[in-house]
């Protein structure tokens, strides 16, 4: 083996920021720059101006910061040839810069190589006295016309009429589904209580998530705020790939080397609307199990997993992709809700947990990231075990579903149609505001039907629980707004 191809991670770094109410707190640059001055302290000090490859997932918090890899460079001390910045911040980002760094150490373009993230978004908000919601901005700048009219703008609009359908298809009743996200998120609530890099750590129970409260209201249908990720954080995470060479020349000690495995990416149509299918990912599915043969590993070798938990619909179905059961934790970090949802950075602290994690058990891990709308996965392996580091480079197919026949789009559409998926959305005062509905009509085609949140017959039959609203036959008429509007048999 060439120990000058074989790429470890040796230092991770992690920044809560919580600054008093009179304090202005730390930026997004500032928070990346401290989380990688832990992580060269985190191996044994000395790599910051030997880094000569960084990037930057990109934030939201500060848009003025630009491309905030060089400025960033000149905050640690770094002269680095490769300096980038991802194109938008994405949850799988990490995982992929991850690998990406792998691949370059492993090919001999990058001796040091180091990956950085954060977001200061309450820092952000105070600053703009709480009026700034920069999470529905920018989806909102990138929502196809017509879709804002009915409410189809950001991750909480598009990821419960994932939950939904995906609840029928697994033949759950509405009780069961919420049963299964909450004994999830509680699981994940202990985690994080017991992770110093968390942002809340208070366990919480799966009652608790479920019950609709003043401090847990219904956001949007199945979801209340405990379920969804929590992007209301200052926090910063970093870490440093180099090679084994290298870090036995640094005099790293082997007890806290991580090695890099293979890793496998896909994605789906980036119009949500344009898929085939909303009650599955076949690009998840197949990065997952992708990525255990390329490693040449089974579920039953997994020691330890980060499956990414933006809402409830995604480790659920990465774990029906792996088979991964119920009772075991699928988080190393606390998950997006209670470890904290850093936008597109949560992944590199879950990179910095599971090294933590690996350095004192286990063998194995698995590191899944989602991006987008359930857009884009990336997954990968990092371990204890030499034998997993990538002995070359491997690509990896941006598109594991060319095959698959988009439905056909209506803007408008009056008739009989049945119910694909749907959701209802709520005011801060618990009271629905409007619901949606995704339908087909009988030849198949998909459009979008508007739900008044005043018509309370109409609501009640979306959230009772009282028979399956999915594959529920209905009339569509169009509103005097333009608006195709939903009405059940």
């Not at 009915?150 to 759950?172: H, K, M, S």
Request: hydrophobic share 45%.
């Amino acid at each position: 083996m060439d120990e000058s191809t074989v790429p470890v991670i040796v230092g991770v770094g992690q920044i809560n920021d919580r600054p008093a109410d009179d304090q202005p707190g730390l930026d997004s640059l500032e928070l990346m720059a401290q989380a990688l001055i832990r992580a060269d302290a985190d191996a044994g000090g000395g790599w910051l101006a030997r880094i000569d490859a960084l990037d930057v997932v990109a934030q939201l918090s500060f848009p003025d910061l630009g491309d905030a890899s060089p400025a960033l460079a000149q905050a640690i001390g770094a002269h680095p040839r490769h300096c980038a910045q991802t194109r938008y911040p994405m949850g799988d980002s990490p995982v992929a810069l991850l690998h990406q760094a792998a691949l370059r150490i492993a090919a001999g373009e990058a001796e040091v190589y180091a990956v950085a993230g954060g977001e200061a978004l309450r820092t952000a908000a105070k600053r703009a006295a709480g009026k700034r919601d920069a999470v529905r901005e920018s989806a909102a700048r990138s929502t196809r016309p017509g879709r804002e009219r009915y409410g189809i703008v950001a991750p909480t609009d598009v990821y419960p009429l994932y939950e939904n359908a995906c609840r029928a298809a697994w033949g759950q009743t509405l009780a069961e589904g919420q049963a299964e996200s909450a004994a999830i998120w509680a699981r994940f609530s202990e985690v994080a209580a017991r992770n110093e890099g968390a942002w809340l750590r208070k366990p919480v129970t799966a009652a608790e998530i479920l019950a609709p409260s003043p401090s847990n209201r219904l956001i949007a249908f199945p979801y209340t705020k405990l379920m969804v990720a929590n992007a209301s954080v200052n926090q910063g995470a970093g870490f440093i790939v180099t090679s084994l060479a290298k870090a036995k020349q640094m005099g790293v000690p082997e007890a806290r080397l991580i090695y890099i495995g293979r890793g496998a990416a896909a994605r789906e149509p980036g119009d949500v609307l344009a898929r085939d299918e909303l009650h599955r990912s076949p690009s998840l599915e197949w990065t997952l199990q992708s990525m255990l043969t390329e490693n040449g590993l089974r579920v039953a070798d997994l020691d330890h997993v980060e499956l990414y938990s933006c809402f409830p619909c995604v480790p659920k179905m990465a774990r029906r992709a792996l088979g991964w059961p119920l009772s075991k934790p699928m988080t190393v970090f606390g998950g997006l809700t209670f470890g904290g949802g850093p936008v597109g950075n949560y992944m590199s602290h879950a990179v910095a947990a599971m090294t933590d994690q690996l350095r004192t058990n286990g063998r194995h891990g698995l590191l899944f990231g989602n991006g987008g709308f359930a857009t884009t996965s990336y997954a990968i392996i990092v371990s204890r075990d030499p034998a997993i580091a990538m002995p070359r480079a491997m690509d990896t197919p941006a598109a594991a579903n060319a095959a698959r026949v988009s439905p056909v789009l209506l803007e408008s559409y009056e008739g009989e149609a049945s119910v694909e998926t749907y959701t209802v959305f709520y005011g801060r005062d618990g009271a629905p505001r409007a619901g949606v509905v995704v339908a087909r009509t009988p030849d198949a085609a998909r459009f979008l039907a508007h739900v008044a949140g005043d018509d309370a017959e109409a609501i009640r039959f979306l959230t009772s629980g009282d028979s399956e609203p999915v594959g529920a036959r209905g009339m569509a008429a169009l509103g005097d707004d333009g608006l195709v509007r939903w009405r059940a048999r």
